[in-house]
């Protein structure tokens, strides 16, 4: 999975900027903004939260996007999906041979409907992808601009 430094390089890359233009759009020196941008992408430097706040807005992103957890292997993904276990009632499932996630609505009745709406405009825009309603950089900025890329 990509790190806050990995995901400001995808999204700046997607918004067609470049790491001077970031920089001086985050408001730093002509001649420091491509080399403080640089450092966030090659992870040398973790930009602070103001920054962060900043990155998110210059490239039309939630900050959550930017900050994410950063699982970086199948044992992180696991105890992320333990998390959502409990916060939200997802189980592990058998659906004809195949494994899957699926939601228990009694798990966590009060935030089901909004989990419920949540993951079906996933649904809808991963169906728009697969039908080639989307392009890949247009469902990848959906998901880098939600939630208010989500219109529903």
């Keep these: 999975m990509a790190s806050i430094a990995q995901r400001i390089r ?19 020196t002509d001649r420091t903004s491509d080399i403080r941008i640089a450092q966030y992408e090659n992870g040398s430097r973790t930009p602070k939260e103001h ?3 900043g990155l998110a807005y210059v490239l039309g992103v939630s900050t959550t996007s930017l900050t994410a957890p950063d699982v970086r292997d199948d044992y992180d993904m696991m105890h992320v999906l333990f998390e959502l ?3 939200y009632g997802f189980r592990i499932n058998e659906i004809n041979g195949t494994l899957c996630i699926t939601v228990d609505p009694f ?14 405009s996933w649904r809808r ?12 950089e247009e469902y990848d900025l ?8 989500d219109l529903d």
């Design 85 to 87: 276990e409990d916060k």
């Design 51 to 53: 920054y962060i706040e």
């Design 125 to 136: 825009e991963y169906l728009r992808l697969q039908n080639g309603e989307i392009t890949q």
């Design 10 to 28: 995808k999204i700046r890359l997607l918004r067609k900027m470049t790491q001077r233009e970031l920089g001086l759009a985050l408001g730093f």
């Design 142 to 149: 959906w998901r880098y601009e939600y939630p208010d890329s």
């Design 107 to 120: 798990a966590a009745p009060i935030s089901f409907s909004m989990l419920h709406h949540r993951l079906s």
